[in-house]
């Protein structure tokens, strides 16, 4: 059928071959005429709308090949019914207790009795007894989307909410945990990084979000698709931030994390995870391109690909996968972590802009709706096999206060890289102040090479920093250090403030104070 071609005649004549086709390759009563029984979603993946109010020849989805299905309301006429499968269920809300033939999974897909079909991420046949029709399913996969959490979650009392994500229904949890988080455990030598301890002399606002204290400067969510790629597009995303704020907008790029997953290959993994401190070394010594002139690809792939972009820190090598004119390279420094406390946290996010954080995402997180993320270990009393859990890298870009259930919660801000069909427009808000998920853990900043002095948070701030070990300390050298501590009004970088007393008492395993520096 052609668009456009919905005269009664081709709507009998697709009609009879439909019937012909059914009676057939289908195990389902001949006298239901059009696409029912064919398993699949259509008008529930149509955008921008799924259903149209009146007849509406543009309001279709491809079906059986080079054929037009319809999600518009004349799609249901005594003359032929030439309606998507899905119709009755998406646009007419018909339950699954209101179809007289068939059974329906959790998105609302028919299907016919018989089978075998894959139903999420399992084989399932379609059974009926008497007027009872059943959806029997091989229990060998364990799913990404596991429908009796959901229903637990979405029925249950907690502080937030759950929902089926079509980009996730039919994988299983193995994959998700593979390909949607991607952040390696810090190997200890990184994880024994020390801490640069921030103390506010005045209390912090009870919210912030850094889309409003630099309008413009914090760069939207992005998808990292199958690829276990958070490593490098958290990275990627914190570096842009970060440029764009401590330029005012003069460096406004999103930064190619398809360079990173190509090129910084190195004891790296690609799409099967890879090490933040590999990442921040990456693009301190190369730096990385803008997304214009190395787009991202490997969501759709699976693989890292073969590096395109040369390591020179000269533009005039570089020529654009993507053919852009725009070879400029960004560069970060080293990367400096912040310590465990909520207070400094608050503090850098708000003086500074964005801090990556790496935190570990249970099996109930990946249907995240809205709300404060709390981990329920509903999935326990079903065995090790429904709990999985792996490591993921976000950002933080602000702090809040969650009042609707009648109790205070606190919580983080952050950014996903799950695109912004998932969760709070590609959001997430997890509980505060209790390392929840190890939230508070392992939060990195760092600064573009070349910057003048780190952006001053409007209250007076005083700097500790941790010298228990001088060997992991932060580097000092002139090329990688600018001005990781002059976060309060008149400091100096910390390279001129470690003088041989601070030495010794790094030595000596003790803290020192610098709160009145010349």
């Known amino acids: 059928m052609v668009k456009g071609e919905r005269t009664v005649a081709a709507r009998a004549e697709w009609a009879l071959l439909l019937l012909f086709i059914r009676s057939i390759f289908l195990s389902v009563p ?130 937030w909410k759950a929902t089926n994500y079509s980009a996730f229904w039919g994988q299983t949890l193995d994959d998700g945990v593979k390909y949607r988080l991607g952040t390696l455990y810090p190997e200890r030598s990184v994880k024994n990084m020390n801490e640069i301890l921030i103390e506010p002399t005045l209390p912090m606002p009870e919210r912030f979000d850094a889309r409003e204290r630099w309008p413009g400067f914090i760069y939207p969510v992005r998808d990292q698709g199958n690829c276990g790629a958070s490593w490098a597009f958290s990275t990627t995303a914190v570096s842009a931030d970060r440029l764009a704020i401590q330029s005012g907008g003069k460096y406004h790029h999103v930064l190619s994390s398809q360079q990173l997953l190509s090129c910084n290959q190195v004891r790296q993994r690609g799409c099967n995870g890879g090490y933040l401190d590999r990442a921040w070394w990456y693009i301190r010594k190369y730096g990385v391109v803008s997304e214009e002139c190395y787009p991202y690809v490997s969501g759709r792939t699976n693989e890292p690909g073969v590096c395109q972009i040369p390591r020179s820190t000269s533009p005039a090598d570089i020529n654009c996968p993507s053919g852009s004119e725009d070879k400029r390279i960004f560069k970060m420094t080293p990367p400096y972590r912040i310590s465990t406390s909520e207070d400094d946290i608050m503090t850098e996010i708000m003086a500074n802009g964005p801090v990556q954080a790496t935190f570990l995402v249970h099996e109930d997180f990946f249907m995240y709706k809205s709300g404060v993320y709390r981990h329920l270990r509903l999935a326990a009393d079903k065995g090790p096999p429904y709990e999985k859990s792996g490591y993921h890298s ?125």
């Not at 070349?450 to 920093?465: F, Y």
């Open 30 to 159: 001949t006298s239901a005429i059009g696409f029912d029984g064919i398993p699949g979603n259509y008008c529930l993946m149509r955008k921008p709308v799924q259903c149209c109010e009146s007849r509406d020849d543009d309001c279709t989805m491809p079906i059986l090949g080079d054929h037009l299905c319809y999600c518009d309301r004349f799609c249901k006429r005594n003359d032929g019914d030439d309606c998507c499968p899905d119709f009755k269920a998406v646009c007419e809300g018909l339950r699954p207790d209101t179809i007289t033939e068939g059974c329906r999974d959790a998105l609302g897909t028919y299907y016919p009795v018989g089978g075998p079909y894959k139903v999420n991420c399992n084989s399932c046949s379609c059974t009926s007894s008497g007027q009872r029709y059943e959806l029997q399913c091989e229990r060998r996969n364990v799913c990404l989307i596991q429908e009796d959490l959901l229903r637990q979650v979405s029925q249950g009392q907690y502080s």
């Open 394 to 518: 976000v950002r933080i870009i602000g702090w809040g206060v969650d009042h609707s259930t009648g109790t205070p919660i606190k919580y983080w801000l952050c950014a996903n890289s799950w695109g912004e069909d998932w969760g709070e427009k590609g959001l997430f808000r997890i509980a505060r102040g209790e390392n929840h998920c190890d939230i508070e853990t392992f939060v990195i900043g760092a600064w573009g090479k070349g910057s003048k002095k780190r952006r001053r948070n409007p209250s007076e701030l005083v700097i500790i920093t941790r010298l228990s070990d001088v060997n992991h300390s932060l580097p000092i050298d002139d090329e990688s250090l600018v001005n990781q501590s002059s976060v309060g009004t008149g400091r100096r970088p910390l390279k001129t403030c470690l003088t041989l007393f601070q030495i010794i008492a790094a030595m000596k395993g003790s803290r020192t104070l610098i709160s009145s520096l010349p």
